[in-house]
C-alpha cells in the first residue's frame, strides 16, 4: 500500500519550536525495552484557527496534502464535518460528509494513500447495536465548505457485548479499519469484516504492565509507515515497535514516550520523525513531539 508521510521539516519536529514542555524519554533507563527510541519534548506548533472546533476527538495525516492533519469534533457535531489543519494550525478547509448524522464521532483514521475513515463508535452507556464508520477519498483540493462527493457507511458491531471506543487505526495488512475499544485495564481490538456487519477481534491490548499501566484508558491511536503503532490513554503515550501484524505488534513490549500537558486529549497522528496530538478545548494547541535519538 503506498503512504505519503510528511517531511519532519514542516513541523520543525526535532528542531527549534515555540513553547516546550515535558523532558525526553525512552533512553534506554530502567523498565525501558532495548532499543526503543528516545523522544524530545512536547513542543506547541500553533493554536488551531478554526473556532467550530472546540471538542476535538480524532486526527489523522493527510494522505495527499502535506502538511496537512484531519479532526472533527465529538458527537455534537451534528452536521458530520471534518476540518483540515495545517502544521502551525491554521485552518486549512472543512469537509461535509452529507448525511453522517454522528451519533458518537470519536476517531479518524488515514491509510496514508488518501482514504479516511470517521469512526461513529463512540458508546458511552454500552448500548448500540451497532457501530458506523464513514469511508472516504480526501478532496483534491483543499477548501472551505466543501462535500464529499461519495462517502460509504460501513456498519460494525461487537461479536458479544456493546462497547465504548475512541480509537481507529487502518490495519497495514487488511486496509479495514481497526476499532480499539476504552476499558479499564485493556482494550478489545475489532476489525470490520470483509463481508457482514460482525467485527473480527483480533486480540487485546494489555494496559496492567509498562509504561502504560495505571495510565487510564485507550483514548488514540495510529499507525507509522513502518507498522509501528502509537497509542495514546488518558495520561500517557507509548510506540510499539512493529512485530509483523497489528495484533502481534500490540501484544509486544512498548517502548515510553511523551505525553503533552493536555487536559482532555483524544488525538493522536503519526507523522515523519514522530507524532503530533491535538486536545480538546476552545482554540486548542497543535502539539508536536519528535524522535531524537534510536
Same mark, same amino acid.
Given at each position: 500500500?503506498?503512504? $505519503? ?9 526535532? +528542531?527549534?519550536?515555540?513553547?516546550? &514542555?515535558?523532558?525526553?524519554? =525512552? ?11 528516545? #523522544? +524530545?519534548?512536547?513542543?506547541?506548533? =500553533?493554536?488551531?484557527? %478554526? /473556532?467550530?472546533? *472546540? ?13 496537512? *492533519? ?19 494550525? &491554521? ?18 483514521? &488515514? ?6 475513515? *470517521? ?6 452507556? %454500552? ?12 478532496? /483534491? ?10 462517502? $460509504?457507511?460501513? &456498519? ?22 481497526? *476499532? #480499539?475499544?476504552?476499558? @479499564? ?5 475489532? %476489525? ?16 496492567? !504492565?509498562?509504561?502504560? /499501566?495505571?495510565?487510564? !484508558? ?21 510506540? #510499539? ?7 502481534? $505488534?500490540?501484544? =509486544?513490549? @512498548? ?10 486529549? !483524544? ?6 520523525? +514522530? ?9 486548542? $494547541? ?9
Amino acid at each position: 500500500m503506498m503512504r $505519503t508521510w510528511w517531511v519532519a521539516a514542516l513541523l520543525g519536529l526535532g +528542531g527549534c519550536g515555540p513553547a516546550k &514542555s515535558g523532558g525526553e524519554t =525512552g533512553d534506554g533507563g530502567a523498565g525501558v525495552p532495548a532499543g526503543c527510541p528516545r #523522544f +524530545g519534548a512536547a513542543e506547541a506548533r =500553533g493554536t488551531v484557527a %478554526r /473556532a467550530e472546533l *472546540v471538542e476535538a476527538s480524532g486526527l489523522a495525516a493527510s494522505g495527499r496534502h502535506d502538511g496537512v *492533519v484531519w479532526s472533527h469534533n465529538d458527537d455534537g457535531d451534528e452536521d458530520g464535518v471534518l476540518y483540515a489543519i495545517g502544521a502551525d494550525g &491554521s485552518d486549512r478547509g472543512s469537509l461535509r460528509i452529507a448525511g453522517a448524522a454522528p451519533t458518537d464521532w470519536e476517531a479518524i483514521a &488515514s491509510d496514508g494513500a488518501g482514504q479516511l475513515y *470517521v469512526g461513529d463508535i463512540g458508546d458511552n452507556d %454500552r448500548s448500540r447495536d451497532s457501530l458506523r464508520i464513514w469511508q472516504l477519498t480526501e478532496p /483534491a483540493a483543499l477548501d472551505q465548505d466543501q462535500t464529499a462527493a461519495v462517502a $460509504t457507511p460501513h &456498519s460494525l458491531r461487537w461479536p458479544d457485548v456493546p462497547r465504548d471506543a475512541e480509537a481507529l487505526v487502518v490495519d497495514p495488512e487488511t486496509g479495514r479499519p481497526v *476499532v #480499539f475499544s476504552r476499558e @479499564p485495564g485493556r482494550s478489545v481490538l475489532l %476489525r470490520l469484516p470483509a463481508s457482514g456487519t460482525e467485527g473480527e477481534v483480533l486480540g487485546e491490548l494489555s494496559l496492567a !504492565e509498562g509504561p502504560l /499501566a495505571g495510565t487510564g !484508558e485507550v483514548r488514540g491511536a495510529d499507525v507509522d509507515p513502518a507498522g509501528g503503532v502509537w497509542v495514546r490513554t488518558d495520561d500517557a503515550v507509548a510506540w #510499539f515497535p512493529p512485530l509483523g501484524g497489528l495484533a502481534a $505488534t500490540l501484544a =509486544g513490549a @512498548p517502548c515510553p514516550a511523551v505525553a503533552p500537558p493536555e487536559a482532555d486529549g !483524544e488525538a493522536i497522528a503519526a507523522v515523519a520523525g +514522530g507524532y503530533l496530538t491535538l486536545g480538546e478545548g476552545s482554540a486548542p $494547541t497543535l502539539w508536536g513531539v519528535a524522535e531524537v535519538a534510536r
